[in-house]
């Protein structure tokens, strides 16, 4: 069984969980991985993403530090528009309707900009935020394996290809049934549709599942929308960032490392 510290304090456990756990489904960035990002960061993966477009000979005729203005209004526009309404567009609308809405004055065609919308989506949120898997969650992931429960990621993202690339490049894709991703599925956290298509694609009822993220507005209140059984907030550098303090819902339990996750989950386990 994978080594999992005894001296580490499990999480703050406040309602119990009536169903049985046999599912425990993660968040990624923020909760699988730990994540970064400043000014700096962000300069640097504009800079990559002019690079990525002259390749394809792509020319949007601005200097790195208007590309990267250009970039933030248009991903900032985006971003309320998905908070307002819970959907997830995929990489080719974000780019060439929020991004480049015309086209950077018309000198990046809709159809070639189109082509390349993946990768610029998978680049920049690759390289636009600073990305490592925790530490402690290949042992984590091992152990709950070990002890029986089925395991799946729920993410927001706009690149389709990141997670499973991500998952697969930290060497832990294979203790993950399934992966749903907001752009994939069309709807994202904390709509409840997504954790339900998580549940339904577990074959499991809402209430057998634990999610654990970290954040109260996508992650705890998504949840808890879609009945899963038990809640688990993890604190990240996001968490404040992407939480105003409005949201009143609460997690069952709260921890600072993954390692809190297995003894919350295996005091109310029902193993498949």
């Not at 962000?42 to 990559?48: H, K, Q, S, V």
């Not at 609308?93 to 390349?116: I, K, S």
């Not at 907001?182 to 809402?206: C, H, M, N, T, Y």
């Not at 879609?226 to 303090?245: H, M, Q």
Request: aromatic fraction near 8%.
């Amino acid at each position: 069984m994978a080594d999992i510290p005894a001296s580490f304090p499990p999480g703050r456990l406040t309602h119990p969980a009536p169903v049985p756990i046999r599912a425990v489904v993660f968040d990624l960035g923020g909760t699988l991985e730990e994540i970064y990002y400043d000014d700096r960061v962000r300069r640097e993966a504009a800079r990559g993403v002019q690079a990525l477009l002259e390749r394809h000979d792509l020319h949007p005729g601005l200097s790195p530090q208007d590309l990267h203005a250009v970039i933030e209004a248009g991903l900032a526009a985006y971003q309320h528009w998905r908070q307002e309404t819970d959907l997830e567009l995929q990489a080719e609308r974000v780019w060439t309707e929020f991004v480049f809405p015309d086209g950077a004055g018309g000198r990046l065609p809709r159809d070639r900009l189109t082509a390349v919308a993946e990768d610029l989506a998978f680049f920049y949120e690759n390289h636009a935020y600073v990305r490592r898997l925790r530490p402690e969650a290949p042992a984590v992931l091992e152990a709950l394996r070990e002890h029986g429960f089925r395991l799946a990621v729920v993410s927001n993202i706009v690149s389709r290809r990141l997670v499973p690339a991500n998952l697969r490049a930290y060497g832990v894709a294979h203790f993950f049934e399934h992966v749903v991703v907001s752009s994939v599925v069309g709807v994202r956290k904390p709509s409840p549709q997504i954790f339900l298509e998580a549940a339904r694609r577990l074959d499991l009822p809402p209430a057998a599942c634990a999610f654990v993220g970290d954040t109260v507005s996508r992650d705890v209140v998504g949840a808890r929308r879609a009945g899963y059984g038990l809640v688990i907030k993890i604190r990240s550098f996001l968490t404040d960032r992407a939480d105003s303090g409005a949201d009143t819902e609460e997690p069952d339990a709260v921890i600072c490392d993954l390692r809190g996750v297995l003894p919350l989950v295996t005091g109310r386990a029902q193993p498949g």
